[in-house]
């Protein structure tokens, strides 16, 4: 029998490794993210939160410009692709998980597998040709659709995994006392699934969130603020990720800057919406 | 003597060569048995007898099984319970049942536990549902242990409490059958008596059929009993012809413990 205290010691050891790996997986995150803060930094300013981007020569001019608009189309498009693909990819994988002797069910895992393999540029044709073609114009909305078929996938999987992680007891335990499936579905299982449904929603939007090739035939892209309201979802949009790239490929030296300036907002997003998502699994515990 | 009979022969369950196929396996096979109205029955036998399979297939618990299936007929009221027209559902708000192991419902408080199969079909009259709450609980022995924090999660007793929470949940939407699944296995001698004396209390108004391991609750409780071995129906009869004089020598056997 090996002693008390060499197990101790290899506990330790075993310990000592993992956060050794932890700490060689972070430090990459942290080069990434302190560079593109340092890079960043001094463009962000008032005006990067209120003014619209403009044509370059505002920049080169010293005249105040910013992404007031790539930052409101961003939510516009990511906030369409939410609604959207929340009830449509919940449905989903309640479907996967609670009807697997429906028809539809396998029906569903093979197109569910087959948009989830596509690529990103695909699902923006996809969005090109469902929205776009029909209506005539770049939009918001056409975003929205596109990140949505990002979304959508990921969080069907993750609701279908979450729901097959309670027990089967529980729903016969519902059925037992008389209720009818759908109810037993919606007040018993996917509230005891909150949390792995919460975090599926939040992957899917962190991927959503800074996916740019969907977004270049349908939100395409504006340098401006739409001039109506409306313009928002029926017009071209900016956004960031799109943005970002068109900054970076841009031969201006101040957009270089807005471009980095960008990218924080973009890390900031993702990252406050897991920080924040974590709250609120912690609070309704 | 004479209401006596009649009452006897009131028929509330019946099934005739009833079948639950796993696959292509019979869990229990040809069962023809009559359960009599507000009469307590019980379902003895060896582990993986079919005991549990049998009594899921008279609410239908099986539909959600992957791979089962039910042949032969079962009747409540001589109504097929398995008539593709009807919704299970219905059966199911007739027929409860408390599992073998406790379900609470694990994001729901003990009190909405012990009331979900009334507030979730839209039931809100708060008095009405207190009322429900406090009687259910104290049918099933839980009452004094937690009237003081009914707002607690019913995933944070333990595990005798929680199957007396299940067994408050199912009779607070009052079945008119009770399917009890070994209700006491996993509870103390004092539960265990005081769930005993709720069974004498409910068949008043209520059919109940009780699986257990227990030969004396058996004979305790019920009026009837079953003797299933190895997915048959050996025997079945009124419950003190079973445990003093039984037809069949299998019977006997394992009522004086020679095997099982
Ligand atoms: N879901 C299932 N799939 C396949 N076979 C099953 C399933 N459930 C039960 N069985 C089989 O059916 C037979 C009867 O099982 P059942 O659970 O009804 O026994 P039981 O009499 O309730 O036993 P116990 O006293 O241990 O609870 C057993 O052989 C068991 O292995
Ligand atoms: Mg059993």
Redesign the interface.
């Known amino acids: 029998m090996r002693s008390l205290r060499s197990r101790y010691l290899r506990g330790n050891l075993v310990l000592g490794f993992v956060i050794l790996n932890t700490i060689v997986v972070l430090i990459p995150l942290f080069i990434i993210i302190a560079y593109v803060v340092v890079q960043g930094f001094n463009y962000i300013s008032i005006d990067f939160f209120t003014k619209e981007l403009g044509s370059p020569a505002r920049g080169m001019l010293g005249e105040p410009t910013g992404l007031v608009h790539t930052i409101i189309g961003t939510a516009v498009v990511d906030l369409i692709a939410i609604i959207i693909s929340i009830p449509f990819g919940v449905g989903a994988g309640v479907m996967l998980s609670e009807y697997?002797?429906h028809w539809a069910n396998p029906v569903l895992r093979v197109l569910n597998d087959t948009l989830n393999g596509m690529p990103a540029v695909l699902k923006g044709l996809l969005a090109w040709f469902l929205v776009v073609k029909p209506m005539g114009s770049f939009s918001g909305l056409s975003g929205g659709v596109a990140l949505a078929f990002v979304m959508f996938p990921i969080i069907a999987r993750a609701t279908e995994s979450a729901l097959m992680n309670?027990?089967?007891?529980?729903?016969?335990?519902?059925?037992?006392?008389?209720?009818?499936r759908w109810?037993v579905i919606l007040?018993?299982i996917i509230?005891?699934a909150?949390t792995g449904l919460v975090t599926g929603f939040l992957i899917a939007f962190a991927r959503a969130a800074g996916e740019a090739a969907p977004l270049v035939f349908t939100s395409f892209g504006n340098n401006y603020m739409p001039v109506k309201f409306m313009g928002w979802i029926f017009g071209p949009v900016d956004t960031l990720p799109m943005r970002l790239y068109s900054l970076a490929i841009s031969p201006y030296e101040h957009w270089h800057g807005l471009g980095w300036a960008a990218a924080i907002v973009l890390l900031s997003v993702i990252i406050a919406s897991f920080v924040i998502a974590r709250f609120v699994i912690r609070d309704k515990k | 003597m004479t209401t006596e009979k009649i009452n006897e022969q009131k028929i509330r369950l019946q099934t005739k060569d009833l079948t639950v196929w796993y696959g292509q396996t019979p869990g229990v096979k040809d069962i023809s048995l009559d359960i009599y109205d507000k009469k307590v029955t019980a379902f003895i036998g060896p582990s993986g007898c079919g005991k549990t399979t049998f009594l899921r297939a008279l609410n239908r618990m099986h539909d959600l099984t992957r791979g089962a299936r039910v042949t032969g007929k079962a009747l409540i009221d001589g109504q097929d319970i398995y008539d593709p027209k009807l919704d299970p559902v219905i059966i199911r708000r007739k027929i409860g049942m408390v599992f073998q192991k406790p379900t609470p419902f694990p994001t729901m408080s003990i009190y909405d536990n012990v009331v979900a199969g009334l507030k979730l079909v839209g039931i809100r009259d708060r008095k009405l549902l207190d009322e429900v709450c406090e009687r259910s609980l104290k049918q099933a022995a839980l009452w004094e242990e937690v009237k003081d924090r009914l707002k607690s999660p019913g995933g944070s007793l333990s595990g005798g409490q929680q199957q007396r929470l299940s067994i408050a949940r199912a009779l607070a939407v009052e079945p008119e059958v009770l399917l009890m699944d070994e209700p006491t296995s996993s509870l103390d001698p004092q539960s265990t008596t005081r769930i005993e004396e709720l069974i004498g209390e409910l068949k008043e108004q209520v059919t109940i059929i009780i699986v257990t391991h227990n030969m004396q609750q058996a004979s305790r409780v019920s009026d009837y009993t079953a003797f299933f071995y190895i997915g048959d129906l050996i025997e079945f009869d009124k419950t003190t012809k079973i445990f003093t004089n039984p037809d069949q020598k299998r019977t006997e056997e394992y009522i004086t413990g020679q095997f099982g």
């Open positions: 697997p002797d309670i027990p089967w007891s529980i729903r016969e335990a519902g059925l037992a006392i008389g209720l009818p109810r007040s018993t509230p005891a909150k």
